[in-house]
């Protein structure tokens, strides 16, 4: 089974007015491995803050 790989240097996101940026996103790690504190959306490309509450981190 083929596991989807996301681009790790992404195209600058296209400006998108529509999305919301809620329904897929992922979170970006450091080459190390280590979270970070933004979310990459998987439908538009824009990385943006993460907006998790800091008791489920």
Do not use: F, N, W, Y
């Not at 989807?4 to 329904?23: F, G, I, Y």
């Not at 979170?27 to 491995?33: H, Y």
């Amino acid at each position: 089974m083929h596991t989807p790989q996301l681009d790790p240097t992404p195209d600058p996101p296209a400006p998108s007015l529509t999305c919301r940026h809620k329904r897929l996103v992922d979170r970006v790690l450091t080459e190390k491995g280590k979270e970070t504190d933004k979310v990459r959306c998987l439908e538009c490309g824009e990385i943006i803050a993460d907006h998790r509450p800091s008791t489920v981190q």
